[in-house]
């Protein structure tokens, strides 16, 4: 009787070292391979495709669009993308008579990494706010869906003059599924207005289908 | 918990001094704790953590002010126009549309590659021109889904070209008189 009650007592010891090991090595991996989504204003499914394609980060023009037909413009957080969001600003208050002083012209850049989606109009009251009201405002969005006020364009125009023709590296379009057409053709109609005729949409990844031209050819290709 | 009750345990039924019974003293440390932390961290980062990342489609487009011989060329024969209705429709007619509407066939996602590819092997390949025709209550993802037929196709020479009004009359024709869930044969 005794000897059975010492064995009991001694199993209820677990040794969770090796748990703890192999939890500290999922812990690390997760949080090497972790890369926190920049905050983004829109809400945003992209489509799949079956292009592997990296996303390029560097020297990054983009334009977003909800699918409500918001559209934001954006630029990447290095040196090139804030030289151009800069030169855009300075260029876009000449044209349109902006006064933007160079504070303002800083904010510009500042909130374009965020993204900035407010008509020329409201421009200067909308670079007025401060980090912590930039989140909260709820933008209203470029015009574009009106041909003759396409603002896009307007923007576009900024940034293809102040860079004296030095296009962005990557002018991206990251676009929602359900977004109608005559948004995503409006964008199209400013991009070919300002002579950018190469760009890149940002999709989701897809498999290949089997049997496919596409799926040969990368058989054969390996 | 182990170590509460080896303390007690060992020093019922030995006599020795204390500073041995000190010395012998579990050192197993509890670990549980420990790995409610860890799995805790794990969780978090297994939430936040966005492990597809996006991929970019690259898309070129064709510069309008210099387009209309380039139109011209295209051939009547090798032709395929695809026209993208709502609710992930699509119709199709090869070459011209004809008067009536005759050629003019109704398709959905599914389907629309093994016509492509039929088309793709009974043209020459110089003539072939898919052109893709987005109606206005169409949306962005069915516009990509058909440039990514393109690729998965392998097919090189296509276009995105504003849609006639014909066309969105015969659209909302099919649309209106065939039930949504079925998009049969609209001949």
Do not use: C
């Amino acid at each position: 009787m005794s000897k059975l009650n010492k064995i009991a007592k001694k199993s209820t010891w677990v040794d969770m070292t090796a748990f703890v090991d192999l939890s500290f090595l999922i812990l690390t991996f997760f949080m090497l391979a972790t890369k926190f989504k920049p905050p983004e204003v829109l809400k945003i499914q992209n489509p799949h495709s079956v292009s592997s394609i990296n996303q390029p980060e560097k020297d990054v023009f983009k334009v977003s669009f909800d699918k409500d037909g918001k559209v934001f413009i954006s630029f990447s957080p290095d040196k090139d993308g804030k030289e151009k969001a800069q030169l855009t600003a300075e260029v876009l208050s000449r044209q349109k008579g902006l006064g933007l002083t160079p504070g303002e012209i800083a904010t510009f850049v500042n909130f374009s990494v965020g993204g900035i989606g407010v008509p020329i109009g409201q421009l200067k009251s909308f670079l007025a706010l401060t980090d912590a009201q930039y989140k909260e405002f709820s933008q209203p969005g470029i015009p574009v869906k009106d041909t003759l006020n396409n603002q896009l364009n307007d923007y576009l125009n900024a940034l293809i003059t102040g860079t004296g023709g030095r296009k962005p590296e990557n002018v991206m379009l990251n676009g929602d599924n359900g977004t109608e057409y005559p948004y995503f053709k409006n964008v199209l109609a400013a991009f070919k207005k300002n002579g950018i005729f190469s760009f890149k949409l940002i999709t989701a990844l897809e498999g290949v289908p089997s049997g496919t031209p596409l799926y040969k050819k990368q058989r054969e290709g390996k | 918990m182990g170590a509460d009750v080896s303390a007690p345990d060992s020093g019922g039924h030995k006599k020795g001094p204390g500073v041995k019974k000190q010395a012998r003293k579990d050192t197993k440390v509890d670990m549980t704790p420990m790995v409610d932390l860890g799995f805790l961290l794990i969780t978090f980062f297994i939430f936040t953590t966005t492990m597809s990342t996006p991929k970019a489609f690259k898309l070129n487009v064709p510069d309008d002010s210099a387009k209309e011989e380039e139109q011209n060329q295209a051939k009547a024969s090798g032709a395929f126009t695809v026209l993208l209705g709502k609710d992930n429709h699509i119709y199709y007619y090869e070459g011209q549309l004809a008067e009536d509407g005759s050629n003019f066939k109704s398709s959905n996602f599914k389907d629309i590659r093994a016509e492509l590819l039929r088309k793709k092997a009974s043209t020459p390949e110089k003539d072939l021109v898919i052109i893709i025709k987005p109606n206005d209550n169409s949306v962005y993802k069915n516009v990509v889904d058909m440039l990514d037929e393109m690729q998965i196709t392998d097919i090189k020479r296509y276009a995105i070209v504003d849609i006639f009004p014909v066309e969105v009359d015969l659209i909302s024709l099919t649309e209106g008189t065939s039930p949504p869930a079925a998009p049969a044969g609209g001949k």
